[in-house]
């Protein structure tokens, strides 16, 4: 049980505004593991105060000595990496491998992506008889999903530290444990206070306060398309930037001359992969008519080796459970083929979804237009190219996808999606390069040069 009463202002913990909390639960056995304070407007408040006063020094930090404070973090992240698998496992339900790798193993390496680019970046440019200077945007707001809950605070308070400016995160009320062990690596890290600041809190309070606030000079959210308009507004009435990594619904494009077993099998993998829970999951995979029984087959003996409480977590909590459960049942209803799990809850205990395969799926069902979020996967089936890829394209959506076949026919075809970041025939992730979507995938990218830029402005001096 992790108890914390305290909010993350000015370099130290602050005793929360208000008496509420929130109870954080374990998705895997449905108990209460720890309580966060409920943050109200006026820690909001505090804590943009305490950024704003720390922006000028933090601004005029040399961008070398900025990049080894973000060294001193990764090391701090690094020293505590057990800790954090074992906590975003026991709030998120991931299994602990994936915990080990990805959710505390990947955000290390962001980091020092971002200690590396604060000493080389150029900030400042000859251009003709002008200087060119990128200067910090000001303070940054960072509200983050339960999905990812180091990776995608690392991913954007890394890069705002790097550009020289101060920020204010609001974690996700379901996964804010893991936000309590970052807090406590930056103050081991050294960083000076308010440069970081934490308030935990519901969506609707501190996040809404935090978003609308006349201090933050920019919003960074990643979350639903739904939330990311509402912030989007908010924002807009203020002329605030804002960097908005939103939903997806990213096609997986398996061309003729693919290996199919093995586009297939990686494509079941990712979605299954954090049980179906991140936006950039390849949820509709587009096969050619003349295989795709065959696929149907491979996908089938691909989904059977996830099995829910062992290599399958579950779902955050229940109300995403029953979401997930809804639209498998309006696959059925709408008369989708299900070939491979279902609505029916497989463990009694837990907040677990069955890994589910649909074929016989059409462009215009449900399951193929809506993010879902959860371990399903949609087979479709197309005549040619052109089908292939207004199939592709055909969604509000554009974050990410994968093609697969001959390497130069892949590539002319992925130049033609819609979309961020597509993999070629299972691409590795490079951390350096942006990630972000077209459409109602987003504004804005994450990680690398594109991800510092966000944080930064322009400025030009002539002479």
């Not at 208000?18 to 943050?39: K, L, R, S, Y």
């Not at 008519?289 to 290599?311: C, H, I, Q, T």
């Not at 371990?375 to 052109?386: F, K, M, N, Q, S």
Request: contains cysteine; aromatic residues 6%; proline residues 7%.
């Amino acid at each position: 049980m992790q108890a914390h009463d305290a909010m993350y202002i000015g370099g130290e913990w602050r005793p929360a505004a208000g008496p509420d909390t929130i109870a954080v639960i374990n998705p895997a056995d449905e108990q209460v593991i720890g309580h966060v304070p409920a943050g109200t407007a006026e820690d909001v408040d505090d804590a943009v105060r305490a950024a704003r006063a720390a922006l000028p020094g933090w601004a005029a930090t040399p961008p070398a000595e900025r990049g080894a404070r973000i060294a001193a973090l990764r090391d701090a992240l690094a020293a505590r990496a057990e800790e954090i698998a074992a906590t975003v496992t026991a709030e998120l339900g991931s299994p602990p491998q994936l915990s080990a790798v990805v959710h505390a193993g990947l955000p290390i390496v962001v980091a020092g992506t971002y200690a590396e680019l604060a000493a080389t970046h150029p900030f400042e440019e000859k251009v003709g008889n002008s200087t060119v200077y990128a200067e910090p945007v000001g303070v940054v707001a960072a509200i983050t999903p339960w999905n990812f809950p180091l990776h995608q605070v690392v991913a954007k308070i890394a890069p705002a530290l790097a550009a020289g400016c101060t920020t204010v995160l609001k974690p996700a009320e379901d996964t804010p444990l893991t936000a309590q062990l970052f807090a406590e690596a930056v103050h081991e890290a050294g960083l000076p206070a308010g440069v970081f600041n934490l308030v935990t809190g519901l969506g609707p309070v501190a996040g809404q306060a935090l978003a609308e606030h006349p201090d933050v000079d920019l919003v960074s959210f990643t979350g639903s398309t739904a939330v990311g308009r509402r912030i989007g507004a908010l924002a807009g009435g203020a002329v605030k930037r804002v960097a908005l990594e939103l939903g997806g619904k990213s096609a997986n494009v398996i061309l003729p001359s693919a290996d199919l077993a093995r586009a297939v099998s990686v494509g079941i993998a990712n979605v299954m992969s954090n049980s179906g829970q991140k936006c950039s999951a390849w949820t509709r995979m587009l096969i050619p008519a003349d295989r795709y029984e065959e696929a149907v087959e491979l996908a089938v003996e691909a989904v059977a080796k996830y099995v829910p409480g062992e290599r399958l977590g579950p779902l955050v909590n229940a109300k995403q459970q029953q979401r997930v459960r809804g639209y498998i049942e309006k696959g059925v209803e709408e008369g989708a083929r299900l070939v491979a799990g279902g609505p029916e809850a497989p463990l009694e205990t837990g907040y677990y979804v069955s890994p589910t395969v649909f074929a016989d799926v059409t462009p215009e069902m449900t399951i193929a237009q809506e993010e879902i979020f959860g371990p399903v996967v949609a087979l479709l089936r197309y005549e040619d190219e052109a089908d292939a890829l207004a199939i592709a394209n055909g969604t509000v959506y554009g974050l990410a996808g994968a093609v697969w076949g001959e390497p130069e026919e892949a590539v002319a075809f992925a130049r033609r999606m819609e979309a961020g970041q597509i993999d070629i025939n299972g691409g590795r992730f490079n951390p350096l390069a942006p990630f972000g979507g077209y459409k109602q995938s987003g504004v804005g990218r994450e990680l690398g040069t594109h991800g510092l830029s966000e944080y930064l402005q322009t400025k030009s001096l002539q002479f």
